[in-house]
């Protein structure tokens, strides 16, 4: 499994040095569980490559505030995940979760 995003406001912070975290985004938990291990991609549209990602090492909920209930995800990075294309079906909003085809 895979997922894409459309990250246009640059919501990431760095915890160390290729480690990262990037949120707020609207899946559910279990979701969010099942892609630990996965590829994450940032891209700025729907149609462009990836410019950034990585693979998933883990996620929190927002515990609070106006992000409540939003899922975090923590990565590190991988210059592997940049230059990605998907096709511009499966999107939904800003996101795009799609089975691995290996």
Not at 46 to 56: A, L, M, N, V
Request: glycine letters at 8%.
């Amino acid at each position: 499994m895979e997922i894409h995003l459309i990250e246009n406001v640059r919501k990431f912070i760095r915890l160390q040095d290729d480690v990262w975290e990037s949120g707020w985004w609207g899946l559910n938990e279990n979701k969010a569980k099942e892609l630990v291990g996965s590829a994450i991609y940032f891209h700025r549209k729907r149609t462009e490559p990836s410019f950034y990602g990585g693979i998933i090492k883990g996620y929190r909920v927002e515990p609070d505030g106006v992000h409540q209930g939003r899922i975090v995800f923590k990565f590190l990075y991988s210059h592997d995940c940049r230059n990605i294309k998907t096709d511009k079906t499966g999107w939904s909003k800003e996101m795009k979760v799609t089975k691995d085809l290996q």
